[in-house]
């Protein structure tokens, strides 16, 4: 019966998470009034570009690999 | 010998002209500034520092301004200043080096734009070419936002010369709310005449359909952001983007109606193009970052955060369009917070709202979701997890 309760009580608590009021903050990413880009700048070298995407991917693989871990644990 | 000239333009700039002379005093060999029709002591400050002051009437052509100026300059080099800009300390170093080397014809420098004068450390970056060799061919078109013609990159290999990129910095205010509308809508009409002199250019259509949505000419604007994205129909299976001014443009077409896109445009391949030609454009990972979290998904939505912040600290994100630096600080932070909390992981969310509660910007919204998970704690008897002690 306890561990009935403890399980309803979990389920509970995952709807009240989903469902509670919170403030977030989703403005357009650009400014109220958007700047523009620079048309005489140029993209990175390619060579920098991959790197940095290379390291932007392994960061975004990373963060799944540990929350994959988190959940096996 | 001339070796650098700064070179600048200005019209009624007396309250941002004293700051960016300052701040290149003792680099220059030469300091050049064109006054465009001033009424104010422009002039009059710009010769107390020592510029060479020339007049170049107002033709509605800030390239021919420019132009003008290049005309005037006798250095190897010039460095192209805007009087809303200051070069930061630090610089002069690598200003110094940039100048010795043989083999490159211009650099890109970084820029800082900030988008409150008094938050120094609130911007985002943006690469800018402004350190180029003094070469006739050399020089800007565009009525507004010039840019090289031809591009600086064909100069530079057919001279057997390489486009560099340098640390040397600009920091630049000229964003800020207070004096951004009066840009746009002097902006808008510089875009109208520049398409009417030379219709259909890219940068130009997506510029002018971003103008008119932030002055809230949305009918109009979303047509000619339309009317760009047209260009995009043929490119499509292209493996690198003809232009970075795509990114902007995927940015205002992530926010049309679908009904509203040209034919051959789908949502799908909007986000595809994202992934595939800008992953680090920060305004599009926000974008995709919000949809995520509108459909349920927080989980995505959470790891996306984390690499915006993770490119927010590193500066490591996309420096070819300008963006509110909020998406990689205080805003990321915030929606990671609620991520968190809507997975259950109470004790993470609350660590990111107690990280801003010392926020200008999102201390008092941190500080309302802090109750919300008190309540929840309350009702549900949850306590908070206690660090676990460090052995050894």
Not at chain 2, 151 to 177: C, M
């Amino acid at each position: 019966m306890k561990g009935h309760y403890r399980k309803k009580s979990k389920k509970a608590l995952q709807v009240a998470c989903l469902s509670t009021c919170l403030v977030t903050a989703w403005a357009a990413p650009n400014y109220a009034c958007g700047p523009s880009g620079d048309p005489c700048a140029v993209p990175e070298p390619a060579s920098s570009t991959l790197a940095a995407v290379g390291v932007a991917a392994a960061g975004v693989a990373a963060i799944f690999v540990h929350k994959k871990t988190l959940r096996k644990q | 010998m001339v070796r650098l000239s700064v070179c600048l333009i200005a019209r009624n700039e007396e309250q941002n002209l004293p700051r960016a002379l300052k701040s290149i005093g003792g680099i220059a060999d030469e300091v050049i500034v064109t006054d465009t029709g001033s009424t104010d002591a422009t002039a009059h400050i710009a010769a107390q520092f020592g510029a060479q002051v020339h007049h170049f009437p107002w033709c509605d052509d800030f390239s021919a301004a420019r132009n003008f100026t290049l005309d005037q300059a006798r250095g190897q080099w010039v460095l192209w200043l805007d009087a809303d800009e200051e070069l930061l300390p630090g610089s002069d170093e690598e200003l110094t080096r940039s100048l010795e080397s043989d083999q490159v014809l211009a650099y890109n420098v970084i820029r800082q734009d900030l988008v409150r004068s008094d938050r120094l450390d609130l911007y985002a970056q943006m690469w800018q070419l402004r350190l180029f060799r003094l070469d006739p061919d050399l020089r800007f078109r565009g009525r507004c936002h010039p840019q090289f013609f031809p591009p600086v990159h064909e100069t530079a290999k057919g001279k057997g010369l390489s486009v560099g990129t340098s640390t040397i910095t600009l920091r630049h205010d000229g964003y800020v709310p207070a004096v951004l509308r009066s840009k746009l809508e002097r902006g808008l009409r510089l875009l109208e005449l520049e398409l009417h002199d030379r219709p259909g250019q890219f940068y130009y259509l997506v510029e002018y359909g971003r103008t008119l949505l932030a002055l809230e000419n949305d009918e109009r604007g979303w047509a000619v952001v339309a009317e760009a994205a047209e260009q995009l129909v043929p490119v499509l299976n292209h493996r690198t983007p003809f232009s970075s001014m795509i990114a902007p443009l995927l940015e205002c077409l992530l926010q049309l109606p679908e009904d509203r896109f040209p034919p051959g445009i789908t949502m799908n391949t909007l986000l595809d193009l994202s992934e595939r030609w800008f992953p680090r454009a920060a305004p599009l990972l926000w974008i995709r970052a919000k949809r995520e979290f509108d459909n349920g998904s927080f989980e995505e939505a959470e790891g996306v955060l984390r690499l915006l912040l993770e490119m927010g600290r590193a500066h490591s994100y996309d420096r070819s369009v300008s963006f509110n630096p909020a998406i990689i600080g205080d805003d990321a932070l915030l929606n990671l917070g609620a991520c968190l909390l809507r997975q259950g992981k109470m004790d993470e969310a609350e660590r990111c709202f107690k990280g801003l509660l010392k926020s200008d910007t999102r201390g008092s919204e941190a500080r309302s979701n802090l109750d919300a998970i008190g309540r929840l704690r309350r009702d549900f008897g949850v306590r908070r997890t206690r660090p676990k002690a460090k052995h050894g």
